[in-house]
């Protein structure tokens, strides 16, 4: 590690303790942005990266609420104002246990360059709270988003900072977050994004995650004269993302033979078909079920239950050439990343945000494989959250087909970014250098110009 990156991550770790997805997420961007920062003191004297790595502003608040029993409940509500050099603060909002201030930061860090690469005009955050929708009744739900609104609706805005969805946080519970806004305020404004189709939400905003890291991929194998046509593709998570990574494989001839939840995993070797992709979205969206019940339903696929103490994930041990990772943070270690690469596996486009642990970066990097991270990969979703934000804007709404034609061509638009910033600084094909430098450079123009605030 050079001496620059080996101090600034020392001076991270003491202002952030105990927050090491956090730390991850930086060493990644310091150590690709070194080639820019040689060959730009200006950005190192005026201390850009260090400016970026403290966030504007952080939030956070007590959400109490009333369960179904009568028992009072309290959670902790955060939202994490990254950076709004090129635009309104803009990124989702995680409902999980496991949220905490450490992976809001690193998910709002990542929001940064992912934002400035779609080339719209938005800055970054991310919120969330460590509430769990899962088992949880409509109406608990409801309780639990009007409260955390209650307090979130101060500080955000059309112009300010405007929240979507993630983990946990889906079309139902925007919905009522969104209620509460529109009561507290007395107005209609696109204020999140990810809204319902009647009240001003756009057409594909639901499958751009997923579309747009399925492009992605495709776009990289376009630089090896191949395609997704006939090619096993494993996908982990059963969530929004996974969902609709499956759906675009299908349009474009892939096969998608695997699917995930936190308990475990389903192995199709036929591969998971619209009409399989069907019931998935009924047992995830509406009866909100395990993926177990998969394997219950057609005959031909397997399920295996996640052994939290095994050293590698079987998922990621199956012969194929692609991978789609759509669950969470850190689910590919090095050994999984290794078991790919010997298993076949040439191209990842992360549909999840930072799945890989940094060694299994490396093992992908080394190898020269087809590897796209997530904040390149999966930026088709705050992408089209921005188209969203214009229709609201303009009063107007795009139909399908132009939101779709919009969206591959800012992925297509990512990708040529990624390749032409990796090229010019000399690691030609390092989507990882590519997409830290080029998200890196718009932001930190912005921050010059704009002067010391
Ligand atoms: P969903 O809540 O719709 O789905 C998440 C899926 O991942 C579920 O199948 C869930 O299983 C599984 N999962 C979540 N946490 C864990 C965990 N700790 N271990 C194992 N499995 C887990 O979320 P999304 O599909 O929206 O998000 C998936 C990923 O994509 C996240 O990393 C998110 O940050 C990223 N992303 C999402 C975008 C979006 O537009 N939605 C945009 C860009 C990135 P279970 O139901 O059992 O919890």
């Given at each position: 590690m050079s001496k620059y990156v080996s101090d600034l991550m020392a001076m991270v770790k003491a202002k952030n303790p105990a927050e090491p997805e956090f730390h991850q997420a930086v060493q990644e961007v310091a150590e690709s942005l070194l080639l820019v920062l040689d060959k730009h003191p200006e950005y190192r004297s005026a201390k850009i990266l260090e400016r970026i790595i403290e966030p504007e502003r952080l939030i956070m608040f007590r959400v109490p609420w009333v369960d179904d029993r009568g028992e009072v409940q309290v959670n902790r509500g955060f939202r994490i104002e990254m950076n709004s050099a090129i635009g309104p603060y803009k990124g989702g909002l995680r409902f999980h246990p496991s949220v905490n201030l450490g992976i809001l930061k690193f998910l709002a860090f990542e929001q940064v360059f992912k934002n400035s690469l779609t080339t719209l005009p938005m800055g970054g955050g991310k919120g969330g709270s460590d509430?769990?929708?899962?088992?949880?009744s409509d109406n608990e739900v409801m309780a639990f988003c009007q409260s955390f609104m209650c307090e979130l609706f101060r500080h955000?805005?059309?112009?300010?900072d405007v929240p979507a969805g993630d983990i946990g946080v889906g079309g139902r519970e925007i919905g009522y977050m969104f209620g509460m806004y529109r009561k507290l305020r007395n107005e209609f404004t696109?204020?999140?994004?990810?809204?319902g189709l009647n009240w001003g939400g756009s057409l594909i905003r639901p499958e751009a995650t997923g579309y747009g890291a399925v492009y992605f991929a495709q776009e990289m194998l376009s630089t090896r004269?191949?395609?997704?046509?006939?090619k096993t593709c494993l996908v982990s998570g059963s969530g929004n993302v996974a969902q609709y990574t499956v759906e675009k494989l299908n349009h474009l001839g892939g096969k998608a033979v695997t699917l995930s939840d936190s308990n475990g995993f389903i192995h199709d070797p036929e591969g998971i078909s619209p009409e399989k992709l069907a019931f998935v979205m009924d047992l995830k969206n509406?009866?909100?079920?395990?993926?177990?019940e998969y394997a219950d339903k057609f005959k031909g696929a397997v399920y295996a239950a996640i052994?939290?103490?095994?050293?590698?994930?079987?998922?990621?041990?199956?012969?194929?050439q692609c991978a789609f990772p759509s669950?969470?943070?850190?689910?590919?270690n090095a050994k999984d990343a290794q078991n790919l690469v010997q298993n076949g596996v040439f191209v990842v486009s992360e549909g999840?945000?930072?799945?890989?642990?940094p060694e299994g970066v490396n093992i992908f990097v080394d190898k020269k494989i087809l590897y796209g991270p997530g904040k390149a990969a999966n930026a088709g979703g705050v992408s089209t959250s921005g188209l969203e934000m214009s229709q609201n804007s303009m009063r107007l709404a795009w139909s399908r087909e132009e939101v779709d034609a919009k969206l591959h061509d800012i992925m297509k638009r990512i990708h040529k970014a990624c390749v032409e910033a990796s090229a010019a600084y000399?690691?030609?094909?390092n989507y990882v250098n590519g997409a830290n430098i080029a998200g890196f450079l718009k932001v930190a123009n912005a921050m010059m110009d704009q002067g010391i605030v």
């Open positions: 509430f769990d929708p899962k088992g949880k955000i805005g059309p112009d300010t696109g204020v999140l994004t990810g809204k004269n191949d395609s997704l046509k006939a509406v009866r909100r079920g395990r993926i177990k052994d939290p103490k095994a050293d590698h994930s079987p998922l990621w041990n199956i012969k194929a669950a969470t943070q850190n689910e590919i999840a945000n930072m799945p890989t642990v000399g690691t030609a094909g």
